[in-house]
């Protein structure tokens, strides 16, 4: 036989954790009543910063599974996800590049995060650690498996 099943590499599970965030923003967009947000592009740098951003919290859910209770890991994650949105909307705003502003919101912190959807993020990290982050994890890859050759049955007539 080969060798043993191997987990995905980083960069796969980043990129599943890219598109399922992209998705994830797009039904968000939709539930909240954004107006045709399947029809608006979503930018390439939207990917690598929801890959880098799960993957951190999958290096969370792994150093502390064991050591933090749900509710904290949950509190960890959305400090994670305030984190990276703050750091590249200011790295985006630098440029005039950031496509979001929560400056309408009451509780805003430069325009750049809204603490208004703590509650979106606590149930979303909940659900992103329960069935992405567990299920990614999971995924195992395997050398195909070639069926093994038999002999093909004879069939001879005989003589009677």
Known sequence: MGSPPEPLNRLCRSYLYAIHGYFLEKIFAAMVGEESPFQRAGSVGSFLVYGCCALTMEYIYLGVRTECCLLTRCVLYILCIYSWEFGTGSLLSLFGACPWDYSEYSYNVMGLIALEYFLFWFVGSLLFEKLVICSTLRILL???????????????????
């Open 142 to 160: 395997a050398e195909e498996q070639k069926p093994k050759k038999r002999a093909m049955p004879r069939f001879e007539l005989k003589d009677d």
